[in-house]
């Protein structure tokens, strides 16, 4: 390991201890005196000094601002006439830049605003960095989000497909949209769920569903043979016609929400369990049993919510007509 003897002016003891960027100063004056020691063991040789061993010459310096936690840094990088010399500082600060750009893009996915990513880069590196620039760095998620998007899916089978439809707010021509993001997951043969992917467009139009699925198929989505899906019509319409053959599976969790919301409030945790039961049994007899059971004790007090049930109750059990496998 290198070892380095650092020397402080006075100037710079005090701005040490009176000035605002004490620690800046100070981390300055170290850095720049760590570079010329390792420009002089690049060159084997030291400022103005004759020897044999001298690899090289110096050639001014250039400067570098480097953003670091206790503030940004103004350096003076020696140069060499002959090219070659590399800090191993900067090597060490564009592996820490990288993994802050990649903080900031793990931000922006996880949903938290320009605004804020730029309020919290600014406390801990005690720089700015505008919504702009964090929008700006954030667009390089861009061809990796599409390159994934578009990846082929006929590799493998998806014998169970899941869709929905998330709504999101976008910013598009200076204004704050509403927008839904059609969003579709498979279950492969071995069992793995994996997202297949996901286009914005409007979740109450069929043709949105409709070209949808047409791009999921077009790259190679097949072997399909239940898909799981909200009870909205122009969602079940496109289904039926895109996956011809294939049956079509209630989401339970929406039908259940909607048998919930429809029955008085005194009796909707112990519906929820009854109702849940039906969806858990292992055949389609024991359901229609636990089905009538659950008609006889609720009808008189939530008839609408019974009514949601049996009208559902077909399609939110489909899956128990497959195989157990």
Not at 38 to 43: A, C, I, K, M, P
Not at 144 to 156: F, I, M, Q, S, Y
Not at 181 to 203: H, T
Not at 274 to 286: G, H, K, M, Q, S
């Amino acid at each position: 390991m290198a070892r380095y003897q650092i020397t402080l002016d006075e100037q710079t003891l005090q701005r040490l201890f009176t000035g605002e960027r004490q620690l800046a100063h100070l981390l300055e004056a170290i850095l720049n005196q760590v570079l010329e020691a390792q420009v002089g063991e690049h060159l084997r040789a030291e400022r103005y000094e004759r020897t044999d061993e001298r690899q090289g010459y110096r050639n001014g310096y250039k400067s570098r601002q480097l953003t670091t936690r206790v503030g940004q840094l103004a350096l003076c990088v020696p140069q060499v006439r002959e090219g070659g010399f590399s800090p191993e500082l900067f090597a060490r600060y564009q592996r820490s830049e990288q993994a802050l750009i990649l903080t900031l893009m793990e931000m922006v996915v996880n949903g938290v605003s320009t605004r804020k990513v730029a309020r919290i880069t600014e406390e801990l590196c005690r720089t700015s960095f505008s919504k702009s620039a964090v929008s700006h760095l954030c667009r390089g998620l861009d061809p990796l989000v599409e390159a994934w998007n578009e990846r082929d899916l006929g590799g493998a089978r998806f014998p169970f497909v899941l869709v929905d439809a998330l709504v999101i707010r976008v910013r598009e021509d200076g204004r704050v949209r509403s927008c839904s993001a059609l969003i579709a997951s498979g279950v492969n043969e071995d069992g793995y769920r994996e997202i297949l992917g996901l286009q914005l467009g409007d979740s109450a139009s069929e043709q949105s569903w409709t070209d949808f699925f047409r791009w999921l198929k077009g790259r190679g989505l097949h072997g399909v043979d239940l898909v799981v899906s909200d009870n909205h019509g122009g969602l079940t319409s496109a289904v039926r016609v895109q996956f011809q053959g294939a049956s079509w599976q209630r989401c339970q969790m929406h039908l259940s929400a909607n048998i919930s919301s429809a029955a008085p409030k005194a009796v909707q945790e112990e519906l929820h369990a009854r109702v849940r039961a039906i969806f858990e049994a292992p055949d389609l007899p024991t359901a229609r049993t636990l089905l009538a059971q659950v008609v006889a004790d609720f009808e008189r007090v939530a008839p609408s919510a019974i009514a949601t049930l049996e009208h559902g109750f077909d399609d939110a059990t489909a899956v128990l007509a497959l195989p157990r496998p």
